[in-house]
C-alpha cells in the first residue's frame, strides 16, 4: 500500500504546483484550495486528466532541479570523475551541466508516466486540501488522499520559483519521496553507472543508448571523446561530430596518425550483453591485415574496454571493418598485450553504407578472455587509421547501444540505422591537437 502511496503522491506534487507565489496567506490558500478541488473534480468524472495534462503539470509545476538533487545527490559528479582528473574545470563543469540537463529530462519524463498512470487509476479517489504554512521563502502545505478508500495525509515543502509556489519534496509517512525513487536506482547510484543506464532504468526499455554522438563542444568536436593515449593528445583531432536534421554521427579520416579516441562509459555488460551500432566506411586502407604489424590498420575499428588486469592492461576486445580479412575471423597480432579482434564487416562490398552490426560482449568475452566480464565497464574507444599502410582510411560512426539478452531472444533488437543520412556531409573541419581530453576545443 505504501508503494502505490509514492507514486499518488505525484498526482498532489503537482496539483499544489499551481498556487502564485503570493505573500498573503489568505490568497495562496484560496488559490490551492480551488486547484486541488478542480483535481478532485477531475478524479470523481468519467475523464480523468490525459496523458498530455499531467506532462505538461509536471514540466510546469514541479521544482524538479531540487527534487532531482535530493534524490540523486552528488551521482552525476561521481558518474563522470574520470574526466574529471583529464578536463580544466570549466570543461568539465559544462560536461556535468550538459549531463545533468539531460538527467532532468529524463527525471521529468518518469515523474509524468508515473502520474498520468495514477491520475488515470480507479484506486486514487479524491483529494482534500487540509492547511498551509508560509515563512518567507519557503511553504508547507498538507493534503489528504483518499485511496482505496483509506485516508492519507501527505505533506508538501513549497518553494517559490517563478512567481509560483513548487513543489520541492513530498513526504509520506514521514518518508521523502525523494528517497522513494532513490531506493528504485540505488544499485545504479552506488556503482556510479553513467547516466544513459540510470536513462535506461527511467524509461523502462531494454536498451542502453552508450552514444548518438549528439554532445559537442562547439558543435563538432566531441565533448567526451578524447585521445585515449597520452602520446596521442598533441596530435591532430581526426574525429569530429556532424548531423543531418537530429541524426548524429562521428566522422574519422587518417592517413599518418592512428589516434584511438575513447570514452569512458560505465554499465554492465552482464545485463546488457548485446551491443548494436551503425558505421559506414567510405575508403579502405589498401591491403589492411590486422595479423601484420606493417598493414594493421582497418576502415573502422570499435573496442569494448572491460576492466584492467593487476598489471593495469586493459581486458578488451576490438571489433573492425577489415580491407583483407573475410567477415567472422577473429584474431589476435603476435605481440604482447594486442587486443582480440572479431571481423564484423569485410572489403569493399558495402562501402559508402550503412551497416549495422550486433555482437554478443558477453559470450566474445568468456571465448577470448577466458572468464565472465567485470560488472563495470571502463569504456569504449574509436580507431580509423592508414597509417601502417602508408593510404588513406575515412568511416563514419552512429548509435552505439548495449541491450538485454531478454531483447535479442525475443527479437526485439532491429535494425536502427535507417534514419541516418544516406548522403553524408563532408564539412572539412580544422584537425587541431586535442578533443574533450584536458586539450583544445
Known amino acids: ?156 515543502d513549497l518553494v517559490p520559483v517563478d512567481q509560483t509556489w513548487k513543489i520541492a519534496e513530498l513526504t509520506i509517512a514521514g518518508r521523502p519521496i525523494s528517497q522513494h525513487y532513490q531506493h528504485l536506482y540505488q544499485d545504479l547510484i552506488d556503482n556510479n553507472y553513467s547516466l544513459p543506464v540510470l536513462e535506461t532504468a527511467l524509461a523502462k526499455r531494454d536498451f542502453i543508448a552508450l552514444d548518438d554522438f549528439s554532445a559537442t563542444w562547439d558543435g563538432h568536436h566531441p565533448m567526451d571523446w578524447g585521445p585515449w593515449k597520452e602520446k596521442d593528445r598533441q596530435k591532430p583531432m581526426l574525429y569530429w561530430i556532424e548531423s543531418s536534421g537530429d541524426q548524429h554521427y562521428m566522422t574519422a579520416r587518417d592517413s599518418s596518425h592512428s589516434v584511438i579516441v575513447g570514452k569512458f562509459i560505465h554499465w554492465n555488460p552482464r545485463q546488457y550483453p548485446i551491443m548494436s551500432w551503425c558505421w559506414q566506411a567510405t575508403a579502405l586502407p589498401p591491403g589492411g591485415n590486422e595479423f601484420l604489424d606493417d598493414a594493421n590498420d582497418s576502415a573502422a575499428g570499435l573496442y569494448v574496454i572491460f576492466s584492467q588486469n593487476w598489471l593495469g592492461i586493459p581486458k578488451q576486445l576490438k571489433y573492425v571493418w577489415s580491407s583483407t580479412l573475410p567477415e567472422g575471423t577473429v584474431g589476435r597480432r603476435d605481440k604482447i598485450f594486442r587486443p582480440w579482434f572479431f571481423v564484423v564487416e569485410s572489403g569493399p562490398d558495402n562501402l559508402g553504407t550503412w551497416t549495422f552490426e550486433t555482437v554478443d560482449l558477453e559470450q566474445n568475452h568468456r571465448d577470448k578472455l577466458g572468464s565472465e566480464p567485470a560488472e563495470r565497464t571502463i569504456g569504449l574507444g574509436l580507431l580509423t587509421d592508414a597509417n601502417s599502410t602508408r593510404s588513406y582510411a575515412e568511416a563514419y560512426y552512429a548509435d552505439l547501444r548495449v541491450w538485454t539478452r531478454e531483447a535479442l531472444e525475443n527479437k526485439r533488437i532491429t535494425n536502427h540505422c535507417g534514419a541516418l543520412p544516406k548522403q553524408l556531409t563532408h564539412t572539412a573541419y580544422k584537425s587541431n591537437a586535442g578533443s574533450a581530453f584536458g586539450a583544445e576545443e
Open 1 to 156: 500500500m505504501i508503494k502505490y502511496f509514492y507514486s499518488t503522491a505525484i498526482s498532489i506534487l503537482v496539483a499544489s504546483g499551481h498556487v502564485a507565489a503570493d505573500n498573503d496567506r489568505s490568497v495562496a490558500i484560496s488559490d490551492l484550495s480551488a486547484v486541488v478541488s478542480h483535481l478532485d473534480a477531475l478524479l470523481q468524472s468519467s475523464a480523468p486528466p490525459d496523458t498530455e495534462m499531467a506532462e505538461q503539470l509536471v514540466r510546469e509545476h514541479l521544482a524538479l532541479t531540487r527534487l532531482a538533487q535530493a534524490t540523486f545527490g552528488n551521482y552525476l559528479e561521481n558518474s563522470l570523475e574520470d574526466y574529471d582528473a583529464l578536463l580544466p574545470s570549466p570543461n568539465f563543469q559544462r560536461l556535468v551541466e550538459y549531463y545533468r540537463n539531460r538527467l532532468l529530462k529524463a527525471y521529468q519524463q518518469r515523474l509524468s508516466a508515473d502520474f498520468a498512470s495514477q491520475l488515470q487509476s480507479p484506486a486514487l479517489q479524491g483529494l482534500h486540501f487540509e492547511k498551509l504554512h508560509l515563512d518567507g521563502r519557503r511553504g508547507r502545505a498538507e493534503f489528504r488522499a483518499l485511496v482505496d478508500n483509506r485516508s492519507l495525509t501527505i505533506h508538501a
